[in-house]
């Protein structure tokens, strides 16, 4: 059943990776609570095979993981991805997991869906401090490294 777009209180109960959560929340007027995958909005985190993908999802379980949080899925398509994820903008005790796994190098603004253009300057402050992902002489995006697997080009 998909969510419907008003903020969910919830309690994050696991990460995928350093761009998907579990969230058990809160059941609303006439629903059950429900348990939900959510990607966040706008981001996209190393795969969990790509260097630094392990870091991203540890990052995300350190702002996260056993938190409560507020999950707003955007407008538009139920708010699911294709893979059936509620894609959301989310806040654990009071920080946003989106904006600071960009901060921490941890994500790429993912150019094809962002909006919140203070995200590039997030990125550009990361990259110049060469935190995260960026201290890497040459990081390949999860969308790149998507498509090179997909055509047999494997990455190290």
Sequence with gaps: MPIAAAVLSCLIVGTTDGD??????D??????EQTIRVRLAEIDAPEKAQPFGERSRQRLAQICFRQRAEVAPLPGSAGLDRY???VARV???GVDANADQVRAGMAWVFDRYARDLTLY???AAARRARVGLWADAEPVTPWQWRADRRAGRERP
């Excluded at 998907?20 to 929340?25: G, I, K, M």
């Design 27 to 32: 059941a609303a007027a006439g629903q059950l």
């Design 91 to 93: 806040t654990c005790s």
């Design 20 to 25: 998907t959560l579990t969230a058990r929340c």
């Design 84 to 86: 059936g994820r509620t």
């Design 121 to 123: 300057d997030l990125q």
